[in-house]
């Protein structure tokens, strides 16, 4: 009997010890789980201070939910969501087949506002470090990209939380720095820069003109100083307001122009006295689908064709850049040309690539994630301070050198 019991207490000893070694493997397991995923972590940060070290354009891609429309009509979604922490995206084409892609951001139908602008935040506040800076939004008609740049009243997008951020930040920085925030809101419509925030009929051409420091501007363009984040919503929805839209088979509400709303920024460093004027563009393309499914005749087909001539001609400026050809060719659109001193080679540049879910835009998809790829490839070259020389010159003036 005593042999009986000393056996099941041996046995239970063994299974006590047995259950403990298991617990620490599979807390050892836990361990080694958080302290891989810090790691991930980590080695994702410095991959993308690298990244922006070697400027290249960072492209996050964000795709809508099918609307009430798509599921009517019984439409699938052909995106694969499944590696989207990564910043992969699987498009599920024809037959079995799938094809990947990776961005530096992949956004499912369930992120936020909130989520895509804390994510450009870090290149936001650039421009009050005096840089450059390019965000666009691309993609066909009824993705969203509307909806990510300007948002709604009640569900903000890029373009005020840029702004909000800009208040925020220069408020903490007064100390040290002192800023002049001024915003215009231009749309290039059939290769025409109009400006949006203008009040009365005015029948003056706007160009584009360079300034003596390089830089490029359109003269005569409202430029509207704003002091605080009040100020602003009216700006954006008087600009927004203004734009050219019209109809076609693809969007009753579809957007025919390039919005552009610039930021200009004066920084005055109150410690050293360095001066920096900075430029953050914030740019709503016209929709990039092909003209046979727009459907469109008369002066919506003039209007399709200048759209597309200009997105075609983003992309050679894209390709130029990606081959690091001598010659970028800038000057082959108004939309290229505005853009020149944030898409060349000392700025930082993001862009949001938005596309939709479904089955029946699969073509259109495919080409805007192709051309979101290429974008990724581009290498910049390491990003600049935009010292603003004519206020050295006034300085030196002043204490007379």
Known sequence: MREGTEKLEDRLRLGERQGLESLCHFKQCEDLKVKYNEEMIKRKKLFNEVQEAKGNIRVFCRCRPLNKAEISAGCSTVVDFDAAKDGCLGILATGSSKKSFRFDRVYTPKDDQVDVFADASSMVISVLDGYNVCIFAY???????????????????????????????????????????????????????????????????????????????????????????????????????????????????????????????????????????????????????????????????????????????????????????????????????????SLGGDAKTLMFVQISPSDQDLGETLSSLNFATRARGVELGPVKKQVDTSELQKTKAMVGF
């Open 139 to 341: 993609g066909q008609t009824g993705t969203g990209k509307t909806f990510t740049m300007e948002g709604t009243e009640l569900n903000r997008g890029v373009n005020y939380r840029t702004l909000e951020l800009l208040f925020e930040v220069s408020k903490q920085r007064s100390d040290t720095f002192s800023y002049d925030i001024s915003v215009s809101v231009l749309e290039v419509y059939n290769e025409q820069i109009r400006d949006l925030l203008a009040t009365g009929p005015t029948s003056k051409r706007l160009e584009i003109k360079q300034a003596s420091e390089g830089s490029h501007h359109v003269p005569g363009v409202v430029e509207a100083k704003v002091e605080n984040i009040k100020e602003v919503w009216d700006v954006l929805q008087a600009g927004s307001n203004a734009r050219a839209v019209g109809s076609n088979n693809v969007n009753e509400h579809s957007s025919r122009s390039h919005c552009m709303l610039s930021i200009m920024v004066k920084a005055k460093n109150l410690l050293n006295g360095e001066c920096t004027k900075s430029k953050l563009w914030l740019v709503d393309l016209a929709g990039s689908e092909r003209l046979a499914k727009t459907d469109v005749q008369g002066e919506r087909l003039k209007e399709a064709q200048n759209i597309n001539r200009s997105l075609s001609a983003l992309g050679d400026v894209i390709s130029a850049l990606a081959a690091k050809s001598s010659h970028i060719p800038y000057r082959n659109s108004k939309l290229t040309h505005l853009l020149q001193d």
